[in-house]
């Protein structure tokens, strides 16, 4: 009778697609901005290839699955401070709706507040509340490492759903130890780069066997805690071991840890909420607040909060050989198998012969960081 | 010659004497109806001109409704005959029947009345010595014991009075009527249910005959649709009252065969759930925490199990509903939307019995009988779920790492313990457990006790005490071996009840009393499992508070037709310490909540707040005949008490505030005007009974508030204006083989959140609709009784689909690829929800059996509409609507008793 019933309703249950049928006619401005008390210069010691503060623009999309920015260029960007004080913005040529502040000294000051004004191409400007670093700066990151972990899921086997453990490691920071018991507000952000080596590069493919490679939508996500007593383990992200082929060779993070404002985490806080899968008892769905105001148009609702945060950075590699079990790269085989008829010549894929071609690149170059640890 | 004319003259003068003598005397003897005859002369003459003068002329008394048929003539004599063999003739052309009563007393009724009563004393005539007065006297025995019944109920319908028996088994009833006859039903628990017809006339008796009720025969309760006064609906003076007895909610079709009293009462007009199986009921565009529930006086603060698909009443234990859709009574109040009171039955004084029933996901059991036969009684019943190991054998991931208990116990003693005085004590408990896929475990349970006294002053003046504790606990175990923690919310009220009903006289009826309610709330504590976690510890102050209320209802027939009734509720809430309260700061430009901006610290006792109101209710009501009535009413309610919930579906960790310096009271005004008609002797009904109803301080959250966890929840929360009004209308019929009601409401909730604070303004301060406005709403009742073994039903319902927040566009932010913007908040609406539901129930066919058993085979969504339980949006912003029960759902129960 119960394997009826769950039978039931398992069957019963159902999920479909459904169109509100919703047409947003007035796109909103989204202003992506935040400035710390790090400098491009001082980022470089991270050690990384140094940050500039960015101010990304876009406008909102309809509801689709197109995912490809509508962006706003030629728009005029500056910040300024209580002492009126002007930072210009410069866009991007290479990557419009991007400005870049150039100012490779540029740190934001405990003793000053500061503010965002964005001027659209249409002529109506955006401005920032004024925002200052929280009174209680990051402290180092103390040590990042990673453990070994299992979680379940699932595979198909001849088409029928079975479970099965998958290895994963998680990778961990310590809260700096928080003696004062002030409420601090954490958030970590993460940089991946790891080296991709083309397995069949020889020959006239030699120079293009090993890159470095970014990927922006690698580990894009964040780590929140608002925290009383420190000391405490911080699990930052877990990455999948099974045929991710980032750790084959040598993988690094560069990991970001944020002390922010209550506001400016509630804002990161809701925004992470947002992009996890709803349930049923879970808070209705709600707008992201923002710091953000149009000067010469209220009803204009722009999207995004300008942040002021106070940074610290650690940068941690990881090899495959730290773990307690092998782990086989297979790219070479997979590279040499035949897909094609057996009299016809060898056509593997672009990115086994270069790894400029590589799949899963935002970025490669073949010129090693000059503060790149390898193997 | 004149000494031979002398005798000739002489006899004729004895026989002039003689006749003179009984000519005189005539009056004095009334004759036999069987020996009057009618002659052809009478064609032609109104049959109402001629009765009158067959009672005139014969001392006897024919006795109808005037209205029920004309003064048309007689035709068709061409002989002398028998008066009545030509009546019976001559009624049956009008479907009306001819009872004699008494051989000189005769009544005439619509013949489909006639078989509701026995031949024998199921017709009775007694005296009126005042027109339109009468005193109802009689006793009441159990034909097989001849002992008399102490408490059996006397009803006489239509005019909607009645009274128990005492310990002789003697009951009198004082009442006004201008009715020829009325009916009047005794009944009995354990007892079949008697009816009568009681006529007035002059030659009646003194005093009704003694009625010998006849043990029930074991036997699952019949279908029928009302158990109190059918034409209550007319006579009554109060507007928005539903009453659903429990065998019109078993009679409905079940989701996994489990009977569900709230899912009965969403089939009424103004009654209304916000999503498929949702747990809890809105009423009249009002939210769940407006409804206050009670089971025999003691209140149940959460009324559903498992994620809302049953409710938490077990309905063998059950008598009837009674839903007051806004203020009622004076006695009623503490809730602006609603007042379920539930009433549980008494045990059987008389059998032992058993009864059970076998779900596919719950099983029930109940026992009942005599603790001192014929005085004394108990009731016990139990629900147990075995949906958790169920749910271990699948084979899904996220099945098997959930779990989903419920269970719930009701227990009732009755104590009769002389004539003038009853006791009663109800006990309740339940619970709830569940994990979907996760290492968090939700439980929940209420647990209650009530104990009530009922006092007879005189024949005139009763009392009803209650003395209630309600316990309502909910609680999140987070088992993460990191962040572990237990957060817990509940509270804990007793409350007292005194009412005093009097009557006056026949046309003016007055109760009074008080009532006091301590509630002791546990917003909220969270403490963790682990050493050094992160997760902040808080544990807020108990929120301790005494809601006291003085009322009284004074109601007054002012005429036949014109009645009044008139409450006044003075209601105080004091909320008491300890406690820290924050005063908030909403002038801000940068932040979505407001910042504390200072604290008071109040000592253990020590008085926070003090709120209070004056709750004026006056209903009115006019007869336009017997069977039409027009209502109008207005009510005003405070509630004191809050229940926070921001999530889309009922939740388990919903929890209760207490008023305070940040939290106004909750005021509602409504005003309803309706019309009542009724047709073919209460046989159908209808009505339309439009309402407007204003509520102010209602609650709601600001934008992204997390109402959990939280130690500055009333931080979170906005005050402002509710508004709803709408129309509802009701057809039933209410007795024949098929039976039923058609209820279909329009009606908007609509609210306004506008302050000078922009983080306390909701959508730029417009009226917006509410989560629970569904301006339409059908509901299609119908049973169909083929034999008496098979009956079959039907329930359709339709409803407007609710308000939701949807994104409408998109962006990408930071990592994260795409990022919703949303729309004013509730701006769209989920599909429309319809289901037709079926019910077929197979009865044991042989009643005289001590066993008796019924089979009920139940689908639930004939058709397999995929209705929305809930909308879910993927990180594009595309909607999925997620369907609880997409398809057909046939369910299999097996009901029992002996």
Known sequence: MNRVLIFLLLLASCVEPFDFNRNNLDPQLVIEAYVSDISYNESLAAPSNGRYFEVKLKWTRPVSKIVDDRITPFADVKLIDDQNTEWTYHENINKWGTYILFDQDFKACDDRMYKLQVTTQDDFIYESAWEKLPSLTSSPVEDIWFEEDDIKTYYYPAGEEKIRDKKIINVSTTIPTNPDGQVRYYKWEYYPMWVYEAPLAVGAFSPFRKCWITNSLYLNEYALQEDVVGGTEQVLFSIDIEKNDRLYTNFSVLVYQQSTSKDYFYFSQLMQEQNKPNGIFDTPPANLPTNFTCINDPSKKPVGYFGVVSETTRRWYFNKDELSYFVENPLRENCLAKFNRPQDPPDPAEECLSCLSYEKRETATLTEPSWWIGN | ?898
């Open chain 2, 1 to 898: 010659m004149v000494n031979s004319d002398f005798p000739s003259f002489y006899r004729l003068k004895r026989l002039t004497l003689f006749l003179c003598f009984f000519l005189y005397l005539g009056p004095l003897f009334s004759q036999d109806l069987k020996s009057v005859y009618i002659d052809p002369s009478a064609n032609g003459v109104g049959i109402k001109d001629y009765l009158s003068q067959v009672e005139k002329d014969y001392n006897v008394d024919f006795i109808f409704d005037e209205d029920k048929f004309g003064n048309f003539g007689m035709n068709g004599l061409v002989f002398r005959r028998k008066l009545l063999d030509y009546l019976h003739i001559y009624f049956d052309a009008f479907e009306l029947k001819l009872v004699l009563i008494k051989p000189n007393v005769a009544v005439i009724i619509p013949s489909d009345l006639v078989n509701k009563f026995s031949p024998k004393n199921g017709f009775l005539a007694l005296k009126q010595p005042i027109p339109g007065k009468i005193n109802l006297t009689g006793e009441i025995y159990d034909i097989d014991l001849n002992e008399p019944l102490i408490g059996a109920q006397i009803v006489v319908e239509s005019v909607n009075v009645g009274g128990i028996t005492n310990l002789d088994g003697n009951f009198s009833i004082n009442y006004n009527t201008n009715d020829k006859y009325n009916i009047v039903r005794t009944q009995y628990k354990g007892f079949d249910s008697y009816l009568q017809l009681v006529a007035y006339s002059e030659y009646g008796d003194d005093k009704m005959p003694r009625t010998s009720l006849y043990p029930s025969i074991t036997k699952l309760e019949d279908v029928i649709i009302r158990a109190h006064s059918i034409d209550r609906n007319v006579s009554g003076k109060l507007t928005g009252i539903e009453n659903l007895g429990i065998e019109s909610i078993k009679s409905l079709p079940t989701f996994m065969g489990e009977v569900d009293l709230i899912n009965g009462l969403t089939t009424l007009p103004g009654v209304s759930t916000v999503g498929e199986l949702a747990s809890g009921f809105n009423v009249r565009g009002g939210n769940l925490g407006q409804n206050l529930i009670r089971q025999d006086g003691a209140i149940i603060y959460n009324p559903s199990h498992l994620f809302g698909f049953y409710s938490a009443f077990n309905p063998d234990i059950v008598d009837d509903v009674t839903l007051i859709k806004g203020g009622g009574n004076a006695r009623f109040g503490s809730r602006v939307s609603s007042i379920m009171d539930v009433t549980l039955r008494n045990g059987e004084t008389r059998n032992y019995h058993i009864n059970g029933g076998l779900g596919m996901v719950s099983s029930r059991i109940s026992v009942e009988g005599p603790l001192i036969k014929n005085k004394s009684s108990f009731i016990l019943g139990g629900r147990i779920s075995y949906a958790d190991w169920a749910l271990d054998i699948t084979k899904d991931v996220q099945l098997t790492q959930s779990s989903a208990d419920f269970g719930d116990v009701t227990a009732k003693l009755f104590q009769m313990i002389d004539e003038n005085n009853f006791i009663s004590l109800s006990g309740y408990a339940s619970f709830d457990s569940f994990s979907l896929a996760s290492d968090s475990l939700f439980s929940w349970g209420n647990r209650s006790l009530a104990l009530k006294w009922g006092h007879n002053f005189n024949s005139n003046t009763d009392s009803q005490l209650t003395l209630a504790v309600s316990k309502y606990n909910s609680e999140l175990h987070n088992k993460d071996g990191i962040e572990g923690f237990i957060y817990k919310n509940g509270i804990t009220s007793t409350n007292l009840i005194y009412n005093v009903e009097s009557k006056i006289s026949e046309n003016k009826q007055i109760n009074y009393g008080l009532e006091a309610n301590y509630s002791k709330i546990n917003p909220g504590e969270s403490r963790n499992t682990v050493e050094l976690s992160n997760v902040l510890e808080f544990d807020i102050d108990d929120h301790k508070s005494l809601e006291t209320a003085l009322f009284a209802q004074y109601s007054w027939d002012i005429t036949t037709n014109f009645a009044v009734s008139a409450g006044l509720r003075y209601s105080q809430f004091y909320r008491f310490g300890k406690g820290l309260v924050y005063e908030y700061d909403y002038n801000l430009t940068n932040s979505q909540f407001p910042e504390k901006r200072d604290s008071v610290n109040y000592g253990a006792n020590e008085l926070i707040e003090f709120q209070h109101g004056l709750e004026p209710r006056v209903s009115l009501r006019y007869k336009l005949n017997n069977s039409t009535s027009l209502k109008a009413s207005y009510y005003r309610t405070y509630q004191y008490i809050h229940l926070i919930s921001n999530t889309t579906s009922s939740s388990p960790l919903d929890y209760w505030l207490s008023g305070g310096p940040n939290l106004d009271p909750q005021i509602g005004d409504q005003f309803s005007l309706g019309v009542f008609k009724n047709f073919q002797e209460d046989k159908y009904e209808l009505s339309a009974e439009g309402y407007y109803k204003d509520v102010k301080n209602t609650i709601d959250y600001i934008e992204g508030a997390e109402v959990k966890l939280s130690e500055s929840i009333e931080g979170n929360l906005i005050q402002g204006n509710g508004i709803a009004y709408g129309v509802e209308f009701l057809a039933r019929k209410n007795t024949g083989q098929l039976n039923g009601w058609l209820s279909y409401t329009y009606s908007r909730s609509l609210l306004r959140f506008n302050s000078a604070y922009d983080i306390l303004t909701v959508n730029d301060g417009d009226l917006y609709p509410s989560q629970y406005d569904q301006p339409h709403n059908l509901s299609v009742v119908l049973n169909y009784t083929a034999s008496k073994i098979l009956s079959i039903s039907a329930n359709f319902s339709y409803a407007t689909g609710r308000p939701i927040t949807v994104p409408i566009s998109k962006f990408s932010y930071g990592g994260y690829p795409t990022v919703n913007s949303y729309s004013q908040r509730n701006e769209f609406r989920v599909p429309g929800y319809h289901r037709l539901d079926l019910s077929v129930t197979l009865k044991g066919e042989h009643p005289e059996k001590r066993f008796q058993g019924e089979w009920v085979l139940s689908i639930f969504n004939v058709y397999g509409r995929n209705n929305v339980f809930a909308v879910s949006f993927d990180e594009f912003g595309r909607a999925s609507k997620v369907s609880i029960v997409g398809n057909m759902f046939p369910s299999l129960s097996y009901n029992f008793k002996f």
